[in-house]
């Protein structure tokens, strides 16, 4: 591993990176991992069935196509695609330290900018466009992350490992508590006045989200937005402790020197590959294998399953990230033998842009078409499915012309507090920080 840089001298300017700085394979994984979200946040656009289920309505168990489509988005998708992308954000923030300390800079300032910014981009995208929004739980635990700038790589490494170790011991616990306490109170619970009123509050917002996003405007579904925002943004800062463990594995490799020089890493990504993959596909299976239904004894509110609760919330703790780092290492060795795949480079140098162009989209689907509410599980996986061809036609065609994705400009140009030049020469490198 080749040593750091020397500093720059003390009035070095840090700016965006440059096309020659870093791998473009990073960019194929942001790429990757951008596309994968989509597939898990569709069920939360398609329709209120989270409502639902706060409201004591289970849907119906899936059949047939629309099972295996389930099945595969949990087994392969949910929570991996989160994950590996969380990853990526950690490993963004290392390489910006990285060039802050080469040009004698200190990094919090501008890590702190860019993390304000993205709060606030996080609140408007889950008001207009989308209540699932991560952007804002991101910004939140950048801000945390800034605490770690100057700790060695292997400290962060601990940091990481003991953060996802607590957080899934905590986490399955509580599950066994939940499905012990739930037993106990029994019928009880059912006729709870608070029960009561907290599944009538829900069935009246699952009412006001079909009415909105089918016969109401746009200022209705911004008012439905805004609710669901409330208990799913909020429900959201209890895993920041998982994302900021998340956010230390990359940055501790980041740190370490591995993302600059991936050909000369290639043993570590197979050993990477072999674990993630080896290992997260099978543990992985109970999600896809078995309805979320059957929680639910019968699937008819018999009682909770406690032991396929405490199996599933197990697996989505640890072997989530297991497979992410499969998927990332994989892609890498990939990208390696083959060379970057152009047009999920593409969408990766605009991640920021594309993730908001994937809620935009979603959102005329479901709503300009009055489409909400009507499709099956398979059916949105179609829609799912049209969005990437946009997105992997539009993106490159856009930084043919431009340096930065239309959201990438503003977001540069406020971190570093000075407009961005956004039109490409036809002999400029395309920055990709």
């Known amino acids: 591993m080749s040593g750091p840089e020397p500093p720059a001298p003390p009035g070095a300017v840090v700016t965006p990176t440059s096309g020659s700085e870093r791998e473009p394979i990073l960019d194929v994984l942001r790429g990757f991992a951008l596309l994968g979200i989509l597939l898990v946040n569709v069920a939360l656009m398609r329709g209120p069935e989270l409502y639902g289920i ?6 119906d168990p899936s059949t047939g196509i629309d099972r295996v489509a389930d099945g595969a988005v949990s087994w392969f998708a949910a929570g991996k695609f989160v994950s590996s992308f969380s990853i990526l954000f950690g490993l963004g923030a290392g390489l910006i330290v990285n060039r802050s300390l080469a040009a004698g800079r200190a990094p919090r300032g501008l890590l702190a900018r860019r993390y304000a910014w993205l709060l606030l981009f996080g609140l408007a995208h889950m008001v207009l466009l989308f209540p699932g929004d991560i ?3 991101y910004g939140v635990t950048g801000m945390v992350l800034l605490a770690f700038v100057n700790v060695r790589p292997k ?3 601990w940091w990481s490992a003991g953060l996802l170790a607590a957080v899934t011991l905590v986490t399955t616990a509580f599950a066994a508590l939940a499905g012990v306490f739930e037993g106990m109170a029994g019928d009880a619970a059912a006729e709870d006045p608070f029960t009561t009123a907290f599944e009538d509050f829900f069935s009246r917002r699952q009412e006001q989200a079909v009415a909105a996003f089918t016969e109401g405007s746009y200022l209705d579904i911004i008012v439905v937005h805004a609710w669901q925002s409330l208990f799913i943004q909020g429900g959201q800062l209890f895993v920041i402790p998982w994302l900021l463990g998340l956010f230390l594995f990359g940055f501790a ?6 993302p600059l020089n991936l050909r000369e890493h290639r043993a570590t990504l197979r050993r990477a590959a072999i674990i993630g993959l080896g290992l997260g596909v099978p543990l992985n299976a109970v999600l896809g294998l078995v309805d979320p239904l059957t929680l639910i004894s019968g699937g008819a509110g018999d009682g909770i399953n406690t032991g396929l609760l ?9 072997g989530a990230p297991l497979l992410a780092v499969g998927y990332l290492s994989g892609l890498a060795l990939l990208s390696l033998r083959i060379g970057p795949i152009g047009p999920l480079a593409a969408v990766g140098r605009m991640a920021l842009s594309a993730y908001l162009a994937q809620s935009l989209l979603a959102l005329v689907v479901f709503a300009g078409f009055r489409q909400y509410d009507q499709l099956s599980s398979a059916g949105s996986l179609v829609v799912v499915l049209g969005i990437w061809v946009v997105l992997l036609i539009v993106c490159p065609l856009w930084l043919r012309a431009f340096r930065f994705g239309p959201a990438e400009w503003l977001w540069r140009s406020l971190t570093y507090k000075r407009r961005q030049p956004m039109r490409r020469r036809p002999t400029q490198e395309q920055p990709t920080d």
Do not use: D, K, N, S
Not at 54 to 59: D, N, V
Not at 253 to 258: D, E
Not at 310 to 318: E, G, H, L, P, S
């Open 135 to 137: 952007l804002f739980v």
């Open 253 to 258: 490799v980041t740190r370490a020197g591995i």
């Open 54 to 59: 706060f409201a004591g309505e289970l849907p």
């Open 155 to 157: 400290v962060a490494l």
């Open 310 to 318: 405490v199996a599933i919330t197990f697996v989505q703790q640890a």
